[in-house]
């Protein structure tokens, strides 16, 4: 799955007119570099939600045959879910036989998905999170077994999942994950709801959440003018077939 129905607000102007999803790095849509590096990757079914206009994500999709694999729209066109309420609104569209990607839409990364997603069949993990050791406000909070906690330095806000066991770790998250099919018999939010406080709430009941470091890997968000400005002029260093 792709989460696409963001608004792009710090991206204004461009984003009143493009949804953020169509956003050009290197004159190619986010929306197709992160399918078509899901694709190599192994997938063989697209989930994409859509807010935002919507529509015109709705229709590249479709004139693109979601490049060539098969592929569903998560409508939420009237409200928007943030990244826990997108996933469980398109949970009817998922197989439920294998752990599935969920991927952001302004993420441009060149790690070795295929060999995340083969990793995480391995740990057995609830799901498994891209990470990297990076300067950053919002951070998740990792010990020896897992994730344990989140926090915000800039307000100066932690919270702990459970008690942590050996020593801890600050990783900055990296919009990727890899999550078992179990999730959805777990969650019980409704609505508007982020999945960082749902996995927070899984890990205290037993849960595990394990990190996946990319620290070798190039990764940036296209969030701001600024990063958009810097993924325009390397996105060829964050681009390779797996």
Known sequence: MILAAGRG?????????????????????????????????????????????????????????FFGVEGFISDEKDELLDTGGGLLKAAPFFRGKGPFFLHNVDVLCNADLQLMYREALRSDALATLAVMSRETTRYLLFDKEGLCGYGNEATGFERLARETKGKTERLGFCGIHVISPEIFGLIEEKGFFSIIPLYMRLVEQGNRILPWHIDTARWIDIGTPEKLQMANRDWNQFYRVN
């Open 9 to 65: 607000t710090r991206l204004k102007p461009l984003t009143d007119s493009v949804p953020k999803a169509l956003v050009k790095v290197g004159e190619v849509p986010m929306l197709e570099r992160v399918a078509r590096r899901l694709i190599v990757a192994g997938t063989s079914r697209l989930i994409v939600n859509i807010h935002h206009l919507g529509d015109q994500v709705g229709q590249f999709l479709r004139e693109r045959d």
